[in-house]
């Protein structure tokens, strides 16, 4: 069934003559080619930091249950400033999240904002956060199709809370599309999980395969079960 709907969803670009990689198919923006080349951003993303992450099987073994749909609908290219703490970068939004003709959609536009925000606290200060509030601005159309750029960063941190601020801009920075504020807050069943040292152990530096990661999992679900049938608590 998904190679289904992600074959519609091709032919649909395609009979739209939009390809959805058009990071590298169109012209490549100046501010965009000055981003790639500058010393002090580095490229990242979940998919290049944990590429395991996004294989099916290592997914379905997560728990995941569908599709990413802010990576279907949306394609990011994401720069980091560790000194500023600033994510930043590039979105295109494909034709799949169209909203008023020729515009995108509403609803997309939050998403990416999320989906960015959320990544910006892993990056800044780790892993077990999640969504409280998602307070989003809608200034201008962000035209269908359209390259256009990002940045987000940390306002402040107080306990389990991260308050975080995040924009979608035109290419020169000036023109506001969309703007947001949010919190975050780190699950108080999970301990710290510091993005270096997870990138360490899982991560693209950590030189673990496929394999050793799906025996990990099965293992640590073992391990659950018989405590769970000991009467322990659970893990």
């Known amino acids: 069934q998904i190679y289904l709907v992600d074959q519609y969803i091709l032919k649909y670009n395609m009979d739209f003559n939009y390809y959805p990689e058009n990071l590298e198919r169109e012209e490549v923006p100046e501010w965009l080619m000055e981003l790639r080349q500058s010393r002090s951003y580095t490229p990242t993303s979940m998919g290049l930091e944990f590429p395991l992450f996004t294989d099916p099987e290592v997914r379905k073994a997560n728990g995941s249950k569908g599709v990413p749909f802010a990576q279907e609908h949306i394609k990011y290219e994401m720069f980091w400033n560790k000194r500023e703490t600033l994510l930043c970068g590039a979105i295109t939004f494909r034709h799949t999240a169209e909203g008023p003709p020729g515009a995108v959609h509403g609803g997309a536009l939050a998403t990416a904002l ?40 940390v306002e402040k941190e107080e306990g389990r809370k991260l308050f975080l601020q995040g924009a979608i801009t035109d290419g020169s920075g000036d023109v506001v599309h969309t703007d947001a504020t949010a919190i975050f807050i780190r699950r108080k069943e999970i301990p710290p999980l510091a993005f270096e040292k997870m990138r360490d152990t899982i991560g693209r530096t950590s030189g673990m395969s496929k394999s050793e990661y799906l025996d990990t999992i099965k293992s640590l679900k073992n391990m659950q079960k018989r405590n769970a049938l000991a009467g322990a608590p659970k893990l």
């Open 114 to 153: 999320d989906s960015i925000l959320g990544f910006l606290t892993v990056r800044s200060v780790g892993f077990g956060y999640v969504t409280v509030n998602l307070n989003v601005n809608y200034r201008k159309f962000v035209p269908l199709g359209s390259t256009v750029r990002f940045h987000a960063h």
